[in-house]
């Protein structure tokens, strides 16, 4: 009788101290969930709303570079806001190569001004960072999902970190598959985050191989639709290093399904577009958004934003919530 006493009361110290472990675990993605700052903040998501959404009616091109960014945070470090910081050696990942291009930060440090005035202290960067996103998508005409808050910022960032960890546009299906299960996302996430190209402009050096000299015989890449290359070729002559063209032309400020209808046509812009074809599971998924009624891309997007959103995020206690988003408190 004692015995079986002791070994209950053991039974439940353990289900306690367990218990107690796990729910101060600090690393733990679970800590996020839509309307964090519901009690916190109350009015945090709709200052985002409403900023990005003012920001937008200036300069509708904005929105794509700002979804961008929340991709390029999350593959590197994981979402912690670390795409922000500024270093004065200059070896942060803004000054990374695949970060070239990256407009709108002074967008993200505005809001954030906005933020702090509400309520000091309280958002972090790195959630701003997701909640922008999701307002571009809409902005642009996009479906809404609700966004997972409670990330806390990093403290570091690492120029190196940003050139390995970010894919290539010539990255071919094999190593893009790789590259995005090593953040936990599968096939599916691939495709249809790759859907994100549907709005926004990319630069001609990055497809100029496949316009002029593919296997470096001057040839143009068989995955590439001739009557489309012709006309590439129009707008990016083979050493020109500064103009940009429109991923999805005539709706590149607009978050439709035509990239998939592009991609089904030879017509996607990168190689790494290009490569969803060569993928059982990641063709039949494009060749299904180009079917009128079996679209299932915008309820997707929301889907896979938010499992890109709890890559490597910090919760609980690590971390810190940075006051302004270019540098550690
Ligand atoms: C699958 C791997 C990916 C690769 C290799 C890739 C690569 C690139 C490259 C090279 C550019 C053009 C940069 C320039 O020339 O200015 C670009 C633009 C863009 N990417 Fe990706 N990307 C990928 C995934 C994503 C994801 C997951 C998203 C968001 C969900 C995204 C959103 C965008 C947007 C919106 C632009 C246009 C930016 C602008 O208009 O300034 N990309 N991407
Ligand atoms: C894909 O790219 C990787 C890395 O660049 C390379 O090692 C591999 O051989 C390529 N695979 C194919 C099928 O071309
Ligand atoms: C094409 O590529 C080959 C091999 O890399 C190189 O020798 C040649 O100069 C390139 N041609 C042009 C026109 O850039
Ligand atoms: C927006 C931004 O900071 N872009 C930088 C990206 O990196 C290059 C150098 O590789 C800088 O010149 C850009 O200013």
């Given at each position: 009788m004692v015995t079986l006493k002791m070994s209950l009361s053991c039974f439940f110290l353990l289900q306690i101290s367990l218990f107690l472990l796990f729910s101060f675990d600090p690393t733990n993605a679970h800590g996020l969930k839509v309307g964090f700052y519901d009690n916190t903040c109350p009015k945090a998501e709709l200052i985002v709303m409403k900023s990005v959404s003012d920001v937008m009616k200036k300069d509708p091109t904005i929105g794509a570079p700002l979804l961008r960014m929340f991709f390029h945070d999350c593959f590197v470090?994981?979402?912690?806001?670390?795409?922000?910081l500024e270093l004065k050696n200059k070896k942060d990942e803004k000054n990374a190569a695949p970060n070239l291009s990256i407009r709108g930060f002074e967008v993200i440090d505005n809001i954030k001004a906005s933020l702090e005035k509400e309520c000091p202290g309280v958002v972090s960067c790195s959630d701003v960072l997701a909640l922008v996103a999701r307002d571009a998508v809409v902005a642009m005409n996009g479906r809404s999902w609700g966004v997972e808050t409670g990330r806390r910022d990093g403290r570091v960032t690492n120029i190196n970190e940003a050139n390995s960890n970010l894919p290539s546009p010539f990255d071919n299906i094999t190593s893009l598959i790789t590259q995005f299960h090593s953040k936990g996302l599968d096939k599916k996430d691939l495709a249809v985050l790759s859907g994100g190209h549907t709005v926004g402009i990319g630069h001609c050096p990055l497809i100029a191989n496949r316009l002029y000299n593919f296997t470096g015989k001057g040839d143009s890449d068989p995955n590439l639709d001739s009557e489309y290359a012709a006309r590439l070729k129009q707008k990016c002559k083979p050493t020109d290093t500064t103009t940009a063209l429109e991923m999805d032309p005539g709706s590149f400020k607009t978050f439709d399904d035509s990239f998939f209808k592009l991609v089904s046509k030879r017509r996607g812009f990168f190689q790494s577009d290009a490569a969803l074809l060569d993928n059982q599971e990641t063709k039949s998924y494009v060749l299904k958004q180009t079917k009128n009624h079996g679209s299932t891309f915008f309820e997707d997007f929301g889907v896979s934003m938010v499992k890109m959103g709890r890559i490597g995020v910090l919760t609980g206690r690590v971390g810190e919530i940075r006051k302004k988003c270019t540098m550690v408190n």
């Open positions: 470090r994981g979402c912690e806001g670390s795409v922000l």
